[in-house]
């Protein structure tokens, strides 16, 4: 893959994050996932190493925590 | 500026956000600081509205706390 991957879950935070991350890399660069809207992708986040949102697993599979909204278990709720 | 800044202490996480930063933005976008050989810019951090490292102020001012090494108080010691 050559996009890194922005999951997030709706908060303040994440909406932050978000526009911070996509001025920095470009939208053409950076896929969102919103697990409001797409709760069949936790699975592959956890798998990833996300532990809360918002996240951002980079192309290599690094998995960068960015400030903090929620937990993976509030996600999950 | 057109550079983010990285700032960090040394710790472990802050080591491997770094490189997960660099393979992402390319080593030319991005000035390091590491508080350990350059406390003066610990304020400027701060003023920035950095609260923890590893964190990444972007060219517009936006502060993203990437995971969590430590907080400013522990950097200030």
Redesign the interface.
């Known amino acids: 893959m050559d996009k890194?991957i922005f999951y997030h879950a709706g908060c303040p935070v994440c909406v932050?994050?978000e526009?911070?991350?996509i001025?920095?890399?470009g939208e053409d660069k950076v896929e969102v996932v919103h697990f409001g809207s797409n709760k069949s992708r936790i699975s592959e986040a956890e798998n990833a190493g996300v532990k809360s949102v918002p996240a951002l697993v980079?192309p290599?599979g690094?998995v960068?925590?960015?400030?903090?909204g929620a937990s993976m278990a509030n996600v999950k709720g």
């Open positions: 890194s932050s994050a526009h911070g991350i001025n920095l890399l980079t290599n690094n960068l925590h960015i400030n903090f």
